[in-house]
C-alpha cells in the first residue's frame, strides 16, 4: 500500500517568509510524528498527534513552529518567518498508533533558507 | 551531553566484513531500543527493535542491548554494498510516544 507521502519533496525560500510542509500519512494511521534532521544532528523531535486528543508540541524550538492535522489525516508543519538555521530536512512518520507501534516515515521535505 | 550518543563514522569495510554499530546512552529509563537505516535522500525505516538486555537476531543484522554499560550494537555479517546507509539508533521510555535518535553512523560497504 502506500506509504507516507510528504510535499515538496524540496523547498528553497527567503529569510523572513512563512513556509507550509505537508504530510499525508498512511490510511488508517493514528499517529502522526514531525521531526527535523539537520547536518550532522540525529532526528530532532518536534511534534506528535494521536487521535484527537492535545498534540505533543514540546519540541518545537520556537513560537515561529506551528503544526495542524485536519480531520486525523493530513498535517501541515508551518515555519513563519524563516530563519536561516532552519534549514534542515523535515520527516514525518506515522504509526498505527502512539507508543510502541513501529513509525513509518517520508522522504522528507528539504528546506533551504536563503 | 547528548542523551544519545553515535559515532557518525564514516565507517568505510570492503564486502564480507562484519559490521559493528554502537551507541552509548545516558539515561537509564530508556527500556525500548530500535536500529533504522537510512538511505540517501530517503526517509529512515525500522530494522530491528528489543525491548531487552540481550541479543536478538534477524538474518545477517543481530541487536545487541546492554542496559548495565548503557550501550547498544547492531552487527552486521557478511555486509553487503547494498548495507551502505546511515544507521540510526534510536529509544525511548516505555509509556512515552518519543524517540531519541543518535546522530547516525554513514556506512560504505565497497566491493
Known amino acids: 500500500g502506500a506509504g507516507v507521502s510528504q510535499s515538496p519533496s524540496n523547498k528553497v525560500t527567503e529569510k523572513g517568509k512563512d513556509v507550509e510542509l505537508r504530510c499525508d500519512p498512511i490510511s488508517g494511521h493514528t499517529a502522526l510524528y514531525w521531526y527535523r534532521q539537520s547536518l550532522g544532528q540525529g532526528l530532532e523531535f518536534l511534534i506528535y498527534?494521536?487521535?484527537?486528543?492535545?498534540?505533543?508540541k514540546s519540541g518545537l524550538p520556537s513560537d515561529r513552529f506551528s503544526a495542524e492535522r485536519t480531520g486525523g489525516s493530513v498535517s501541515t508543519l508551518t515555519i513563519q518567518r524563516t530563519q536561516q538555521e532552519d534549514s534542515a530536512v523535515y520527516l514525518c512518520a506515522s504509526s498505527y498508533r502512539a507508543g510502541r507501534e513501529t513509525q513509518y516515515f517520508g522522504p522528507g521535505t528539504r528546506l533551504l533558507v536563503l | 551531553q547528548k542523551e544519545v550518543e553515535q559515532d557518525p563514522g564514516p565507517l568505510s569495510v570492503p564486502e564480507g566484513a562484519i559490521v559493528s554499530l554502537n551507541c552509548t546512552y545516558s539515561?537509564?529509563?530508556?527500556?525500548?531500543f530500535m536500529w533504522y537505516r537510512q538511505y540517501s535522500r530517503k526517509g529512515p525505516e525500522l530494522l530491528m527493535y528489543t525491548y531487552s538486555s540481550g541479543n536478538k537476531e534477524d538474518g545477517r543484522f543481530t541487536a545487541q542491548v546492554d542496559k548495565s554499560s548503557k550501550y547498544i550494537s547492531l552487527f552486521i555479517r557478511d555486509s553487503q554494498p547494498s548495507d551502505s546507509a546511515t544507521y540510526l539508533c534510536?529509544?525511548?521510555?516505555?509509556?512515552?510516544?518519543?524517540?531519541?535518535f543518535g546522530t547516525g553512523t554513514r556506512l560504505q560497504v565497497f566491493p
Open positions: 539515561n537509564s529509563a530508556f527500556q525500548y
Open positions: 534510536a529509544m525511548s521510555i516505555v509509556g512515552t510516544d518519543k524517540l531519541i
Open positions: 498527534f494521536q487521535g484527537n486528543s492535545a498534540p505533543d
